[in-house]
């Protein structure tokens, strides 16, 4: 008889069983969109429907996907909703630039993330992981482990793209992260009608003191680094930081797109590993039969193999543990499409000015996709059970020429963390531990993850 405990189901929203009007629409999606869709988006490969803002479809079939992001990416075009929501924080950054500026940007970073340059960072992700683990020495007892998770990105990007140098105090960086997105992350009623750009967003005039706050980090830390080039060219350390300044010309970025790239890695880049090392934490903490053999993997590892770039294929499941949480909780839960022109998918027609919603949040839950969706089973992602997943169903990095360019570099970095926080340390949930999904850009635990960190006898 298997006495292995059933799994454990952290907490989401029930699908739906009825459409909201559309007053309570607007209010989900300003409160929180992850709570807007019904069972049809869990069960059906894609939805048709007009909505508020004009025609919209859900595709969550692998083969539309991969139609969409991949076969026919060309068509697309990043949907406007979508960039009402963002431009107006990350401007011509990575995520929201198209066409020549989007392929300059893509050029200009290419080269920070081959595996040589990543590998290269495994060893600045390690200083910093153990340097943050330290803190929990002196004060182990029940701390938030959503901002601290923050906070450790924070540290782990500072340390390897940009060399330690980012001006600014940490500490308040985590406070205007959250609030930047509590603001700005948020869809305005107005993006949903699709109004004009001009019209003043009361969530964005919220969020201009917190975007000022950001731009005058990354000027001065632009700043510092033209002048350290100024003064010692061959010295200055060769990050991401120098790469973005050395692409700056007319063939290159401009000093502008430079800044919004910045942007896009400092207040993006770090927070969706952020979360998603977070929701790791609390889902092995609600399932200690699958933390325990991963615990003795870490030891295992660390004490054979001191070099951290082979920790991510030497423990597959520790790994497998991440990416389950990153299903569960994808960092960015929804991918935004628009069709330059109509076309048709199989018996799907896709009209002009449809919103193309690809939505790893529902795909990863999607009851024809996978067993028992909505619980916590690493094993589904361990060596032997990778190959029964479509490509098109696992979309936590996206797809398609706009990837995410950062995806390896995560990878490494969430390992080597897990890696360090869990082989000194055990963390569990407490009573205040009442996680619920929100969706401000990312997929963040309202009210935070209380969690009691102890040492590991």
């Given amino acids: 008889m298997d006495n292995k405990p059933a799994p454990f189901v952290p907490p989401a929203p029930q699908p739906r069983t009825s459409p909201p009007s559309t007053l309570e629409m607007i209010r989900i999606v300003y409160r929180n969109p992850l709570e807007l869709w019904g069972e049809p988006s869990y069960n059906e490969p894609w939805i048709s429907v007009t909505g508020i803002g004009g025609p919209l479809v859900i595709a969550n079939d692998p083969g539309l996907i991969r139609h969409v992001l991949v076969d026919n990416a060309k068509n697309y075009k990043m949907a406007t909703v979508r960039q009402l929501i963002l431009r107006p924080i990350l401007r011509d950054g990575l995520l929201t630039a198209e066409g020549d500026v989007w392929k300059r940007s893509r050029k200009?970073?290419?080269?920070?993330?081959?595996?040589?340059?990543?590998?290269?960072?495994?060893?600045?992700?390690?200083?910093?992981?153990?340097?943050?683990?330290?803190?929990?020495?002196?004060?182990?007892?029940?701390?938030?482990?959503?901002?601290?998770?923050?906070?450790?990105?924070?540290?782990?990007?500072?340390?390897?793209?940009?060399?330690?140098?980012?001006?600014?105090?940490?500490?308040?960086f985590a406070r205007e992260i959250d609030h930047l997105f509590e603001t700005m992350g948020r869809v305005d009623p107005l993006d949903l009608l699709r109004a004009p750009e001009w019209l003043p967003r009361v969530t964005r005039i919220r969020g201009r003191k917190t975007m000022a706050y950001f731009r005058k980090i990354v000027s001065d830390t632009m700043n510092l680094r033209v002048e350290r080039l100024k003064r010692d060219p061959a010295g200055a350390p060769e990050d991401f930081l120098t790469l973005l300044l050395r692409a700056e010309g007319p063939d290159g970025l401009t000093r502008a797109e430079i800044e919004d790239n910045i942007i896009t890695f400092i207040g993006a880049g770090h927070e969706t590993t952020a979360r998603a090392l977070a929701w790791a934490l609390f889902c092995l903490a609600e399932a200690p039969w699958e933390r325990e053999p991963i615990e003795a993997e870490i030891d295992a590892v660390l004490a054979r193999e001191p070099d951290p770039t082979k920790w991510l294929d030497a423990m597959p499941l520790t790994r497998a543990a991440f990416e389950e949480a990153l299903r569960l909780y994808p960092p960015a839960p929804s991918i935004n499409r628009e069709p330059i022109e109509p076309e048709k998918y199989k018996d799907l027609y896709i009209p002009p000015k449809a919103a193309v919603l690809v939505m790893p949040w529902t795909v990863h839950r999607h009851r024809k996709l996978w067993d028992r969706p909505d619980a916590f089973i690493p094993a589904r992602f361990h060596p032997e059970n990778r190959d029964k997943i479509d490509r098109f169903q696992y979309l936590p990095f996206g797809a398609g020429p706009r990837v995410c360019i950062g995806a390896a570099f995560a990878m490494q970095e969430a390992i080597i963390a897990l890696a360090v926080l869990m082989s000194h340390y055990r963390f569990d949930t407490v009573a205040e531990t009442k996680p619920w999904p929100v969706q401000k850009l990312t997929t963040q635990p309202q009210g935070g993850i209380p969690m009691r960190v102890t040492p590991r006898a």
């Fill in 108 to 172: 200009a970073m290419a080269p920070v993330f081959t595996p040589r340059n990543i590998f290269g960072f495994a060893q600045p992700m390690l200083k910093r992981s153990i340097a943050f683990a330290q803190k929990y020495e002196g004060e182990p007892g029940v701390v938030d482990i959503a901002h601290d998770m923050t906070m450790l990105t924070y540290d782990i990007l500072a340390e390897t793209l940009f060399s330690g140098e980012i001006a600014g105090e940490p500490g308040s």
